[in-house]
């Protein structure tokens, strides 16, 4: 089942002080934060990365595939009711994450 606009636009409204994006994805969608990945929006729930930093902040957090055959992600809906614990946590995700790669130059036309 598709992602609410509202859902979207609730997360993006509950944190007007980050740089937070949304992309599109196979009928879900990615949340980014300056760029990186930190979460997933599927069937509208919120799925934070789980990384050494955010396993540390929410050591007992609730865990569950965000689609079938995919790892077990943290389950952060509960997380919006607490906005700072929750930019703390995408903060942590996007420490452990890897930094974007370059896109590849595009080839002059022949």
């Known amino acids: 089942m598709p992602n609410s606009p509202a859902t979207i636009a609730h997360i993006l409204d509950t944190f007007p002080d980050l740089n937070l994006t949304v992309k599109k994805m ?10 990186v990945v930190v979460a997933f929006i ?3 729930t919120l799925f934070l990365k789980p990384t050494p930093a955010a396993l540390d902040l929410l050591p007992d957090a609730e865990r569950g ?10 389950i952060g809906s509960e997380l919006l009711d607490d906005p700072a614990l929750c930019t703390q946590t995408f903060r ?17 036309p022949r």
Not at 26 to 35: K, N, Q, S
Not at 93 to 102: L, M
Request: with cysteine; charged share 30%.
């Open 92 to 108: 942590a995700v996007q420490s452990d994450a890897p930094p974007p790669k370059p896109k590849a130059a595009k080839r002059p």
């Open 26 to 35: 196979f009928g879900e969608a990615a949340l980014y934060l300056d760029g």
């Open 42 to 44: 599927c069937d509208d």
């Open 65 to 74: 595939p965000a689609y079938p055959g995919s790892k077990d992600d943290i």
